[in-house]
Each structure stands twice: as C-alpha cells, then as structure tokens.
C-alpha cells in the first residue's frame, strides 16, 4: 500500500535514511524541480562520492534533467551529469568527483562494474518516470531490476505519470512502505460565462530552442495582444528578453510575460512552459484568448493531450508550411507539364485494367508515391557514390555560383516564350528530378531566365534539362559561366590567326636588297643579274 502525503509535509526529523517516496506528476520539465530539489539539498558535498542516482528512460530525458537543475541552481549549484555513454562519463568521473548523475539503468551499470560507481556512497535512487522504461521493454527492465539490486541500501524516489497495478509490484518490490507524494490542489477558476476554450495548439521544440520558437511564433501570429506564461524565474526572465530583442517594453501592456496574473483579455495566450495541471489552463481562460498555444518537449505531448481531454492539435509555422506547400506546387505544375505534352499511350493501357478496382485519383496517388520514393532512392544513391574526400569548390572559387552553395544556370527561353516562372519550377521539378525545396532564385527575362540550382545538382539539371520541351520550344541550358566564355569567345579576334582588319606588318622596304629567290636566277620580268656567279660582265669580255 501506499500512503498519501500532500508536497510541503514531507516528515522530518526522523533518523536514518529518507523514507521512500513516489511522486504522480505529469512527464514535462517543470515536473523536475519538484521531485528534485528535496533530493538535491540532501547532497553534502564535504562527504564526496556520488550520492544520487537518477536513473531515466533514455540520455534524453538525462540530459533534460541536467540542463534544468543547471538552469534552475546556476553554476555553484549540485549539478547533475548525464551520462550518455558510460565511456565519456568514465573519462568524468576519473577526473573529479561527481556528487550527482543521471542516465538509462544500462549505461549506469557499466559505470558500477567498472567500479567507477560507488554503490557505498549513493544515498538516493530516483527513477525518474519509471512507468517508461517499464514500457520500453524487456532488455530496459532487466537492466533495471539489476542497478536496484546493486544499489540496495540507497532510499528511493519513484516518479510516475499515474499508478497502476504495474507500478504498485515495482514499489512492492523496491521501495516497500513508500509514501505516496500527490502535487497540492491548485485553486480552481470557475471558467467565464458563455466561453469555451479553444483547441490547443503545440509547436514541439526543445527546452534551448524555446525563445527562437516564441520569436517565430510571434512573427507568424502576430497577435494584437498576447500573454506569455512561464512557471518559474529563469523562463520567465528568458521569455522576457525574447520580447527585448524583439522591442517589446518591459511594461508594454499588449505582449507581456506573466507567471500567474491573465488579469484583462488577450488575444493569445502562450504557454513558453507547459502546463502541469488543469487549474493552469483555467486560469488562462480568465483571458477568453482566441488562440492557445503551448512550446513543448516531445514526450511532454502524451501529457498535454491528457490534460485537454484530447482538444489537441499541432499548429504548423509559417516557414516549413510555405516550404511545403511550394514542394507540393512544384509537383503539380510538373505533372501539367507532363499533360501538356501528350500522355503517352502505353501508360494508359498499363493502367486501364486498374480503373475496373480502383479510383482514377487514388491510382494517380498510387503513381505519385512510386514516384517519390524512385527520386528518393536516386538522390540517396548519388550522395552515397559521391566521393566524400573531394573539396567542393567555393563561391570564390567558381565565378557562375551564387551565393550560398547554388550554382546559377543560363536558360534560353523568357517572358516572350509564355513561359512562367511555375513553368520552370515544373520541368526543373520533373525532368531534373530534384525537389522543389532545392531551387533557389529565378529570374525570368524577357529572352532568358536565369535559375539557381544546388550545387550538387547543377550538373544532372543540365543533362536532364537540356532539350526539354517548355510551352513547344526545346530549351537550351547551360551554366552562366560557360555563356559568358562563349559570348567572350565570340566577340573578341582569334588568336591563331591575325585580325584582318589591321595592316601586315611587312617590315622596312630596301630597294637595293637582292631579290628574293636563288642566287642567279633572272628575275622575273627582267634581266638576270648580271653580278651573279655566271661571269664577268659582258662588257668585259667584248674588251677582251
């Protein structure tokens, strides 16, 4: 059995260990600070040696913990190490003394057997939400029946999300007599008159990625008035130095960071914490907001659909919704391109059999499927045989790339053709076989378009492409910087040749240099020379 005690009378001055105990709280980060903390100020760090154990489902949740004692003690604070791979925590624990550690029952007993754990100091064992690693198999109980058994005169302290008779033969079993620990009743707020809370929305983030969420949110929803909620100091100091950045003021009465207070109506109310119990979102209907949103954890969504009583949904941001939807236009024009073109026969008569069973939607879907899965192979295929040693060129290097890792390719087909750019998008989409998402920048001109592609995929674009059929012109595609050296090489002179319109240059003319040809030889259209090597002169021999 179980007996009940409510937080905030816990029994003391009793003598010997700490009474075992097991906390119900929901699986969110807040929960931390309440099973944690009374755990943490019993740590004396003058006696040395590991003197809690935290043993969680995965590093994960390890980690998680790690960071919120951090964040909640500070640096001078009892910190606790996640322990992701015993062989990274072994190189810790042989360098200083660690009071506290946090991991899966399997890395944590590597560290007993190699004796870096010492089972003599620990003076605490915590299974943090141990309905979890229950659940996560055999191998996972196995390892933590074992760490219990090594771990045998430590006190315990079970957190689970709700009893159960699973939960009642481990407490049974490992922590007998335990003292049930239930959060206090939160006062609760009648809801307003006539007022319905709306769905809830969640973004799923990590607890460091919260104010880069809230920044974005903000952007996307743009709400006339907004209440963010924290539950404690440090979120509450980061949610406001979010809204800094964004030039909120601290006592800006329309975007405003509260801890309790939904004193006056706002239009959204984001939780930047999720909300533990069911008073919390009662009191923030005190607000009657139009949207409720919530920032949390993955494993912190089984709990908040529990807590709304299934009125859940993800809301989907602005940046990879439009990315998506893009994805999906180039999809569709690539498949009007296809049409336009002409269905070829033999694919009818392949799947005119089909439509005797099947819609003719559902088997275009089926196509569509087949399709993406094809291009996903080829893309996997060609990154895999790519040689990884070899350097990519750099922009500085390679004149026809744009900016950020896009090379920029010369299209010759513009505005005066019909072309539109969804036009473009659908044969690059199509023929080139690289997604929507991959194509940067394009500029369409009246006579060209020039059009970014990733690097890596410049050269499949321009074998593909080149010779496509765009609005009944066969296009020609090449990279800019090959246009630029053909146009450079069209217009300027040759260089195995003389230009002709530029003089010879005959050198300078001597009219009393021999004539050109073989010694003695007449010239041409005259007498032969008469000081060559046939004889003395004529005139000397009459004299003779």
């Given at each position: 059995m179980l007996e009940s005690e409510e937080v905030g009378e816990r029994p003391s001055g009793q003598a010997g260990r700490p009474q075992n105990l097991v906390y119900t709280l929901p699986h969110t980060t807040e929960s931390i600070a309440e099973f944690l903390t009374p755990v943490l100020t019993r740590v004396d760090p003058a006696a040395g040696g590991t003197q809690v154990v935290v043993v969680t489902r995965d590093a994960e949740t390890a980690l998680t913990i790690s960071e919120t004692v951090l964040r909640l003690t500070g640096p001078a604070g009892i910190e606790v190490v996640p322990v992701t791979t015993a062989s990274r925590a072994a190189r810790i624990f042989n360098t200083r003394p660690v009071l506290a550690v946090a991991g899966?029952?399997?890395?944590?007993?590597?560290?007993?057997?190699?004796?870096?754990?010492?089972?003599?100091?620990?003076?605490?064992?915590?299974?943090?939400?141990?309905?979890?690693?229950?659940?996560?198999?055999?191998?996972?109980?196995?390892?933590?029946?074992?760490?219990?058994?090594?771990?045998?005169?430590?006190?315990?302290?079970?957190?689970?999300?709700?009893?159960?008779?699973?939960?009642?033969?481990?407490?049974?079993?490992?922590?007998?007599?335990?003292?049930?620990?239930?959060?206090?009743?939160?006062e609760v707020t009648p809801m307003p008159d006539n007022y319905e809370l709306p769905i809830v929305r969640h973004i799923t983030v990590s607890p460091s990625a919260r104010p880069a969420a809230l920044r974005r949110l903000l952007d996307d929803l743009n709400p006339p008035s907004a209440v963010i909620v924290a539950r404690d100091a440090p979120a509450a100091e980061s949610a406001q130095q979010t809204l800094r950045t964004l030039g909120y003021h601290d006592d800006d009465p329309n975007v405003r960071v509260t801890r309790n207070d939904f004193s006056g109506p706002a239009h959204a109310v984001i939780f930047f914490q999720p909300p533990v119990t069911p008073a919390e979102l009662q009191r923030a209907a005190q607000a009657k907001p139009v949207q409720v949103v919530v920032l949390a954890r993955p494993g912190e969504i089984a709990w908040l659909r529990e807590l709304t009583g299934g009125r859940l949904a993800p809301l989907n941001l602005a940046g990879p919704e439009r990315r998506a939807?893009?994805?999906?236009?180039?999809?569709?024009?690539?498949?009007?391109?296809?049409?336009?073109?002409?269905?070829?026969?033999?694919?009818?008569?392949?799947?005119?059999?089909?439509?005797?069973?099947?819609?003719?939607?559902?088997?275009?879907?089926?196509?569509?499927?087949?399709?993406?899965?094809?291009?996903?192979?080829?893309?996997?295929?060609?990154?895999?045989?790519?040689?990884?040693?070899?350097?990519?060129?750099?922009?500085?290097?390679?004149?026809?790339?744009?900016?950020?890792?896009?090379?920029?390719?010369?299209?010759?087909?513009?505005?005066?053709?019909?072309?539109?750019?969804?036009?473009?998008?659908?044969?690059?989409?199509?023929?080139?076989?690289?997604?929507?998402?991959?194509?940067?920048?394009?500029?369409?001109?009246?006579?060209?378009?020039?059009?970014?592609?990733?690097?890596?995929?410049?050269?499949?674009?321009?074998?593909?492409?080149?010779?496509?059929?765009?609005?009944?012109?066969?296009?020609?595609?090449?990279?800019?910087?090959?246009?630029?050296?053909?146009?450079?090489?069209?217009?300027?002179?040759?260089?195995?040749?003389?230009?002709?319109?530029?003089?010879?240059?005959?050198?300078?003319?001597?009219?009393?240099?021999?004539?050109?040809?073989?010694?003695?030889?007449?010239?041409?259209?005259?007498?032969?020379?008469?000081?060559?090597?046939?004889?003395?002169?004529?005139?000397?021999?009459?004299?003779?």
């Open positions: 899966n029952a399997a890395e944590l007993g590597g560290l007993v057997r190699a004796s870096l754990l010492k089972v003599d100091s620990v003076k605490t064992v915590v299974l943090a939400w141990a309905d979890d690693t229950l659940e996560d198999g055999p191998e996972s109980v196995a390892a933590l029946e074992a760490l219990l058994s090594e771990l045998g005169d430590a006190s315990r302290v079970i957190v689970v999300r709700k009893v159960t008779p699973v939960i009642e033969n481990l407490v049974e079993r490992y922590a007998r007599r335990a003292r049930q620990v239930s959060p206090p009743e939160s939807h893009d994805r999906e236009a180039a999809v569709r024009q690539e498949l009007r391109a296809v049409l336009d073109r002409g269905v070829p026969p033999r694919e009818i008569i392949a799947l005119e059999p089909l439509l005797e069973e099947f819609d003719a939607s559902e088997l275009a879907a089926a196509a569509l499927y087949l399709l993406e899965r094809e291009r996903a192979q080829r893309r996997a295929a060609a990154e895999n045989a790519a040689p990884a040693a070899k350097p990519r060129p750099t922009d500085a290097d390679r004149p026809g790339a744009a900016a950020g890792g896009m090379t920029r390719l010369f299209m010759t087909i513009g505005t005066r053709d019909g072309v539109k750019v969804g036009d473009l998008m659908g044969v690059i989409a199509g023929e080139g076989g690289i997604p929507g998402d991959r194509v940067g920048k394009i500029d369409l001109r009246e006579s060209h378009a020039l059009v970014e592609v990733a690097d890596a995929d410049a050269p499949g674009v321009i074998a593909r492409v080149n010779g496509a059929m765009i609005r009944g012109r066969r296009v020609v595609v090449r990279g800019e910087r090959d246009k630029e050296e053909r146009d450079r090489s069209a217009s300027s002179p040759r260089g195995d040749r003389p230009d002709r319109g530029a003089p010879r240059d005959r050198g300078p003319r001597d009219r009393g240099a021999p004539p050109r040809g073989r010694p003695g030889a007449p010239r041409r259209g005259g007498p032969p020379d008469r000081t060559s090597r046939g004889g003395p002169p004529r005139r000397d021999r009459d004299r003779s």
